[in-house]
């Protein structure tokens, strides 16, 4: 029943990392919860309110989803230094034609989230701009 002091110690020591600050909870809840609602809300106002193609509102909306994609990038989480990447799960990588190395060249679920969340801002901006202020 000897328990090594080393492994309560790194135990101890996973709880303290464990521990988010405020700022960190802050920027978690602006990339997930609060930005996109922003974002959904001034595009709806851009729709329903038509104004002249620069308007105030396009740099809101522009400023906005610059904020939230950079918010994510901020909130990523600590790769660890030693052992292989898995991803979400736990399986194991793909693994491409690189002699049996997974490819080091593809982009982290955080930059692919990123990209995603970009595109899908820029075509939410168009759809409301363009699209719907027509329509409505």
Known sequence: MNKEPS???NKEV???ADVTSLSGCLIKVFSTLLGPVFLIMVAVILA???TAFPSILDIIYG???ILVVMARLVDR???PETGPRLPIGG???QVEKMEGKPAESEPSPVVKYSIIIFIAGVAL???ARFVLSQIL
């Open 7 to 9: 492994k309560e110690i």
């Open 14 to 16: 996973n709880k303290e």
């Open 48 to 50: 329903a309110h038509p």
């Open 63 to 65: 400023v906005l989803l």
């Open 77 to 79: 989480p600590p790769q």
């Open 91 to 93: 399986h194991e990588p």
């Open 125 to 127: 901006w168009v759809v």
